[in-house]
């Protein structure tokens, strides 16, 4: 980012002179932070110095399963309940806020928890049963958002959902994975007790396995299967396809060739 020109502020979301020296002279601010228990700290306190030097937007990613909740529907997510309480705090901050509730993102579910299962057993497995669900890339949520911050008073107070293109299940995307891979591939139900074994070997937290086990059982019960144009509309684009996703980490998912390696 530096090479690109930017100013890089390194410090703690939670951390209010770290805060105060990231926002300080900035106009619009868009705030996104993965995975946390300590999410909710970190918005309010990016919010409480926004306001304080009285930027002109603040972007707030969400995720769009807030939009199924309310003061008396949630989830069994600790995740998605820190992101509902999140887009409340902003709401009474009196900020000039845009909210973008993404859905699940392709680089999580499908490359980065997918990619060993493709690559090493031509298997796509995941424990989302027969659910349907439309995943979004990141890149594509940079573009929306890059978007409302170059013109932000026409989004202010409005909420953007973002997906991809097509809402279908784990068996089409396999046959998609097949197709741009070049040899079969199958979609495995997998047990969430296994699933979630490979999760804390991979070091994840109990609260970042709790959240990722939670989306999968909200895939069981249709709750992702949602569509929506809004990126079509802030972009002027189609989201990124599986398709093309796929094509473009086919490495990711191919296992290496050992041909005319030595002994």
Known sequence: MRRLGAEVVQGDLTDLASMHRAI??????????????????????????????GVEAFVNMSQMTVTQMSITETTESP?????WL?????????????????????????????????????????????????????????????????????????????????????????RV???????????RDAPTSEWNEKLRAAGLSEHVIRHLTVMTELHKQGRYDRMSEDY??????TPTSMADFVKLHAAE?????????GP
Request: net charge negative.
């Open 24 to 53: 300080e002279g900035c106009a619009r601010i868009y705030f996104g932070m993965s995975v946390s228990a300590v999410y909710l700290e970190a918005t309010v306190n990016t919010a409480a110095v926004a306001r304080h030097h």
């Open 86 to 174: 999140a887009e409340q705090a902003l709401s009474w901050s009196g900020l000039p806020v845009v909210t973008v509730r993404p859905t699940v993102f392709l680089e999580g579910f499908f490359l980065l928890l997918a990619a060993a299962s493709v690559r090493d057993a031509d298997e796509l497995a995941l424990p989302m049963g027969a659910g349907k669900t439309s995943p979004v890339s990141s890149v594509d949520v940079a573009r929306a958002v890059a978007a409302i911050l170059d013109d932000p008073a026409p989004h202010i107070g409005h909420i953007y959902d973002l997906t991809g293109p097509e809402s279908v299940d784990l068996d089409h995307y396999a």
């Open 79 to 83: 995740q998605h309940k820190l992101h």
């Open 177 to 187: 994975f097949s197709e741009a891979l070049g040899r079969t591939i199958r979609y």
């Open 253 to 261: 998912f191919t296992r290496p060739s050992h041909f005319g390696a």
């Open 232 to 237: 079509l509309k802030l972009t002027g684009e």
